[in-house]
């Protein structure tokens, strides 16, 4: 009987036993809260003996918590509420610490239970056997003890029921910890998913959206609702759509992808996204894709812009260098390729040194300081640098310097524009140098010898010294440029002018004033007795035979000589003067040298005077006509007269036409004077004839200007028309030079008023630049032989020889030949003698106005 009662009992324990452990896994199983699983699992121990209470405690940090202790008091749970893992701390404190069973036994006497005996002997306990609670072996998680109210080690059956205990626990602990691991990486994903500022988004293997992030609708501008339900190709730009298809297939097959693509949001707004694309797998399947975009519209666009403007620094037309100031020695970052090419360094050359390796050996200081001083106070500064390239050649650099501030405002670097006007500079030097040079000769012009002489003048009145002006004309020099040709006539003013520079000092200016005047001016005169030597020899130098395109020729000049005194104000007022005298050499023969008197102004003023008078003088009938008989040579007879021009003017008297005839031919009143002229010579000779009084032929001198002008020859016939003057009975005396003139011309006319029946005569033969061509091409009829031939033809062979020499070459041309200005008998005999046509001088008759000719005429008998 009692074996059976004893059976029961153990059977009933066992019974409950399973119970409790199957109650335990149930509430593991539906995650109740580890507290109650934890107090249910020290119930299941207490059930097995009243003698014994448990209690679980669990690790937090270094220290150990009651978590479940469903029969130990309020203050023993307050007392033990944080037991370190430590040597001799309680049995939990130890068995943590150990990671093994700790059995006290009484403790009261146990070291370990020191600190906490009497928490433990006023809940009337005296035994603690600990276990510790151990994950994957080496985890401590807490501890299990059972307290017992007899001093005494636990029975094998009590250390089976603590092992039990623990694994539930551990199992129970465990299972809660993984649930909260769980739970906190889903609700990380969760946040990293929600609150991406970023577009995030869930694909299914379809490629629909399963799921946006408030980022991603928000891009899209489509609701969630709607989202959910849109295929991606949806938002993708068509031509980008197959590539998005393709990544996308890629993407669920596995392979993650990272791409650029465009989309459109619903309301049509182009954003450019990189998007990675992640395959989801669970449970070894792929569900569909993550997708994750980053919107880089702006980015591109930003990067797009500097690429653009990269590529137009690079293709600018001027040089552009970027310098970094706030490196040591400022070194160059950047240069393009217009650098490149200015400069004839490479980048790799440039870049990392300074700017200044351009400006060669020499430092344009004044040029590099408003540089410094801009950089200095981070402004913009423009300069013109003298630089040089690779190659060493020089070239002026139009430096724009500007301020580069970085994203926060700091100026960091300096970018330079560099502009090549090395062309411009060379322009500007020319032009200088044309403004104040005569381009025919390389000579100062007037306006540059104007500053020097101002300088001159002053420095020379400081020094007690003077400034001599020599004023150079070349004699004849219009009759070379008429008859060979402005071409020859510039190659002979560039040799004169080179011939001239030879004779001057340092210092001396010599400048060309136009035509054939050159101005010498001499500095620093101290002795003026000098001067004339200096002008023989300037002389000397321009009448040396010289060579032009292959022609000997000889030129003289004339020269006006004027020195600063104290009186000049202003001193250009010596060059007129050293012209005035120049007029007078020319006056006095050419070929030499005057000095300017102050008589020479009352002359000039005088010549002024004349011409005012002039004006005047047709209109009050001031002029006559005187008439010089040309006789026949070898018989003596009268054949014409030579209407010469007189002035009587009511104030000055007597004038004579070699005084007032260049100021009419200057002013243009020689073609009104000229006209008159032929008017009257015809009229009276035409009266001659009706009179009876005498038949010849009447000359009349022709100036250029009457001549060359349209419509001469008409006039001229008119005339004679009018007056009834046989054209036969008229003769034209025409200088040399005027036949050279325009000679197709002037051919044309001669012709014309050969038809007429007009004699032509060449005056003042030999003295011009006599070229025989023109002889043999004109249709003349008679050569004057200047009367300079005839002067001293008796006694000069030269004279004599020239005089016979023009005769036979007249004759072989079948020219008549007049001799004028005969004045002897001996003149007259030997002209008579070389075959001379006719003669004309004092030896015959003065020029005699009208009344004393006719007289003459009455009285005349051929000798
Ligand atoms: N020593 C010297 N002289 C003599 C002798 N026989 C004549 N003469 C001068 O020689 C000049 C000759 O005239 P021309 O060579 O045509 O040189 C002329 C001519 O070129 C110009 N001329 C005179 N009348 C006119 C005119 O009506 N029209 C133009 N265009 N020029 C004129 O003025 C120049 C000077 O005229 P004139 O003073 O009248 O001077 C005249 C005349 O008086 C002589 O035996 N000995």
Same mark, same amino acid.
């Given at each position: 009987m009692y074996a059976v009662a004893r059976d029961v009992t153990k059977l009933v324990k066992a019974e409950r036993y399973q119970q409790a452990q199957q109650h335990i896994l149930e509430l593991i199983s539906v995650e109740k809260p580890l507290a109650e699983i934890l107090t249910a699992i020290c119930l299941m121990a207490e059930a097995h003996n009243p003698a014994i209470k448990a209690c679980v405690m669990l690790k937090v940090d270094q220290h150990l918590q009651i978590t479940?202790?469903?029969?130990?008091?309020p203050s023993y749970h307050a007392a033990l509420a944080n037991v370190p893992i430590?040597?001799?701390? =309680?049995s939990c404190g130890t068995a943590a610490f150990e990671k093994s069973l700790v059995v006290v036994e009484d403790v009261t006497t146990d070291p370990k239970w020191l600190q906490y005996s009497d928490v433990v002997l006023s809940e009337k306990l005296t035994a603690c056997w600990s276990m510790p609670l151990v994950f994957n072996e080496d985890n401590v998680l807490g501890t299990f003890a059972l307290y017992c109210d007899s001093a005494r080690g636990p029975v094998e059956e009590e250390l089976e029921l603590m092992a039990s205990c623990c694994r539930f626990a551990a199992n129970a602990i465990e299972q809660v910890q993984q649930k909260q691991l769980l739970n906190e990486g889903e609700q990380r994903f969760r946040s990293l998913y929600q609150f991406n500022p970023q577009p995030v988004y869930v694909l299914d293997k379809q490629g629909y959206f399963s799921n946006i992030n408030n980022a991603g609708s928000q891009l899209l501008e489509w609701p969630l609702v709607e989202l959910t339900k849109m295929h991606f190709s949806r938002v993708i730009l068509n031509e980008q759509l197959a590539e998005v298809t393709e990544y996308f297939s890629s993407a669920i097959s596995g392979s993650p992808e990272s791409f650029e693509t465009s989309i459109l949001s619903r309301t049509g707004n182009q954003h450019e996204l990189q998007i990675t694309l992640i395959p989801t797998w669970i449970d070894g399947e792929i569900v569909g894709v993550i997708g994750m975009a980053k919107d880089v519209t702006q980015h591109l666009q930003t990067e797009k812009q500097l690429r653009l403007f990269k590529r137009a620094v690079d293709a600018s037309y001027n040089g552009v260098v970027i310098s970094d100031i706030t490196q040591p020695d400022m070194p160059i970052t950047y240069v393009n390729s217009a650098f490149e090419k200015f400069t004839g360094y490479s980048k790799k050359e440039s870049? =990392?040194?300074?700017?200044? %390796?351009?400006?060669?050996?020499?430092? *344009?200081e004044l040029a590099i300081e408003p540089i410094r001083l801009a950089i200095e106070s981070k402004q913009e500064v423009s300069v013109i640098l003298k630089n040089y390239r690779k190659d060493g050649t020089l070239f002026w650099n139009n430096l724009y310097l500007s301020p580069v501030p970085d994203e926060a405002g700091a100026i960091t670097h300096y970018i330079g524009i560099q502009t090549d006007i090395t062309e411009q500079k060379k322009y500007e030097k020319e032009l200088a140098f044309n403004a104040s040079h005569?381009?025919?000769? =390389?000579l100062p012009n007037r306006s540059l010898l104007r500053d020097r002489l101002v300088q001159n003048v002053k420095a020379s009145a400081r020094h007690k010294e003077k400034v001599a002006v020599l004023f150079i004309d070349l004699d004849g020099f219009k009759l070379i440029n008429d008859s060979l040709g402005h071409l020859f006539g510039d190659e002979v003013i560039r040799q004169v002018s080179a011939r001239i520079n030879k004779q001057i000092r340092p210092g001396d200016t010599l400048a060309r004033m136009g035509g054939d005047e050159f101005v010498l001016m001499l500095p *620093?005169?101290?002795?003026?007795?000098q001067l004339n030597d200096h002008a023989e020899r300037v002389l000397i130098a321009i009448s040396t035979p010289f060579k032009v395109s292959g022609r000997e020729l000889q030129i003289t000049a004339s020269i006006g000589i004027s020195v600063s005194n104290n009186?000049?104000?202003? @001193?250009m007022e010596l060059v007129k003067q050293a012209d005035l005298a120049m007029y007078q050499a020319k006056r006095l023969g050419r070929n030499n040298v005057q000095w300017y008197q102050a008589e020479m102004e009352i002359l000039q003023n005088k010549r002024l005077n004349l011409r005012a008078m002039l004006k005047q003088a047709i209109e009050n009938q001031e002029f006559e006509l005187y008439y010089q008989p040309q006789v026949e040579?070898?018989?003596?007879?009268l054949v014409g007269l030579e209407a010469l021009l007189r002035w009587q003017h009511p104030v000055q008297g007597f004038i004579g036409p070699d005084e007032f005839i260049p100021i009419a031919e200057e002013t243009g009143l020689i073609i009104e004077i000229g006209q008159w002229v032929i008017e009257q010579a015809a009229t009276y000779n035409r009266s001659l004839q009706q009179r009876g009084l005498a038949e010849l032929v009447m000359a009349v001198n022709i100036s250029s200007l009457q001549f060359q002008r349209e419509g001469f020859v008409e006039q001229l016939e008119q005339t004679l028309n009018k007056v009834q003057l046989?054209?036969?009975?008229f003769e034209l005396e025409l200088t040399e030079s005027l036949l050279l003139e325009n000679i197709e011309q002037v051919i044309h006319k001669l012709q014309h008023l050969k038809q007429l029946g007009i004699s032509i005569a060449i005056d003042?033969?030999?003295?011009? %630049?006599?070229?025989?061509n023109y002889l043999k091409r004109l249709p003349l009829d008679k050569l004057k032989i200047d009367k300079s031939f005839i002067?001293?033809?008796?006694?000069?062979k030269k004279d004599a020889a020239i005089t016979r020499a023009i005769i036979a070459m007249a004759h072989q041309l079948e020219l008549k030949v007049i001799a004028e200005g005969v004045e002897t008998l001996a003149q007259s005999t030997l002209l008579q003698k070389n075959v001379c046509d006719e003669l004309q001088g004092y030896f015959f008759?003065? @020029?005699? @106005?009208a009344d004393k000719l006719e007289v003459f005429l009455k009285n005349y008998l051929p000798s």
């Open positions: 479940s202790a469903p029969s130990l008091s430590a040597h001799n701390a =309680g870049i =990392g040194r300074n700017c200044r %390796f351009l400006q060669g050996t020499e430092r *344009d005569d381009l025919l000769t =390389g *620093d005169i101290k002795d003026i007795n009186d000049i104000t202003e @001193p040579a070898g018989s003596g007879r046989a054209p036969k009975w003042d033969f030999g003295t011009g %630049f006599s070229s025989l002067n001293d033809l008796v006694t000069d008759s003065r @020029p005699l @106005p």
